[in-house]
């Protein structure tokens, strides 16, 4: 096994079209996902968690699909099973998240035994015979290679309520449009999308630009690698297996709260003092969060080589990806906002 996991998928998934920048994105949130809330900071009053939402931008035939199923199976394989349905509703969305099946009886539907008929949640919000805020976190991922289809164009409602849960914590309580009311503890959302500039266009009215969604989702531009690899390599099912076990070895071992190096703490001080703006008015927003991000993306880095500190390599790491990242943010917008 290599010493980190970013290494080993990268190489694991080289034979491919897919450029590097997607597979490396698509492995980070990957970890994000698995690592749910079981590995946090601590952060003044609040904690922050890895949960990370990205969306793979780049023109028709830049294989952000093959990124983002690549990473679904090895997931899959490994046991993560809270991934969300490839089209929904921002209702049935909740409904989902809150583990409520409205289709028909658990047994019938083949959910597992935490999922709850309608009647039962009502009853328990009513009658009280459930403590919402014992149970555990509601995680889902949300793996939409065509995002548009996930939850359709303009969609601002939707858009807001993701918005809301990037970094909620507690109970979030939502009446759904029957009237009843729903309660989902500590809601945990993790994104990898794909679209191109003019999906998201499509799928993002501008308005969004001025919204907490915008500042809390990373764009991450791609282009084509130019490679065509007629007959692709399949890897072995050794390289498959322990492309699995690191998941799952990621997943036990690296849980509770982190300690960061005194070089890492005196580092991300100085990076969020002398950080320099986007000269791009549309990411004023999202340099107000950018913290939060290093900070998230720290977690993440640090989970990738199996330990629960952050060193100041994982910092140098986790912000080298994010300025590549951030500076190519305009290129996948396009002509996005710009009007605006």
Partial sequence: ??????????????????????HRWSALIGIAAILGRDYSLSHGHFVINPNIYGMLIGSPGTRKSTAIKMMKSVLVRAGYDTIAADKTTKEKFLLDLAGVDVSGPPEEKGYKSK??????????????????????????FIMADEFNDFFG???????????ALWDYSGVYSSRIKNGKSIAINNP????????TPTGFSLAFPTEILGQGFFSRILLIYGESTGKRITFPTPPSDEDT????????DIKRRVIGFTTLDDGAKKLIDK??????????????????????????????????????????????????????????????????????
């Fill in 241 to 248: 297996r322990l492309v699995v076990e690191a998941l799952r």
């Fill in 115 to 140: 999922k709850m008929s309608l009647d039962d949640i009502i009853d328990s919000n009513l009658w009280g015979d459930e403590d919402v805020s014992t149970k555990p976190p509601s995680e889902t």
């Fill in 153 to 163: 164009n303009g969609n601002i409602e939707f858009i807001s309520l993701l918005g």
């Fill in 188 to 195: 945990t959302i993790n994104i990898l999308g794909g679209n």
């Fill in 1 to 22: 096994m290599a010493d980190d996991f970013l290494t080993q998928y990268l190489a694991y998934s080289r034979d491919t079209e897919v450029p590097t920048f997607f």
């Fill in 271 to 340: 990076i969020y003092k002398t950080g320099v703006d986007l000269d791009d008015v549309r990411f004023s927003s999202y340099y107000n969060r950018r913290l939060t991000h290093l900070f998230k993306l720290c977690l993440v880095v640090s989970a990738a080589r199996y330990s629960n500190r952050i060193s100041e390599n994982d910092v140098v790491y986790a912000n080298t990806i994010l300025t590549v990242t951030e500076r190519l943010m305009p290129k996948a917008l396009g002509e996005f906002g710009k009007s605006k």
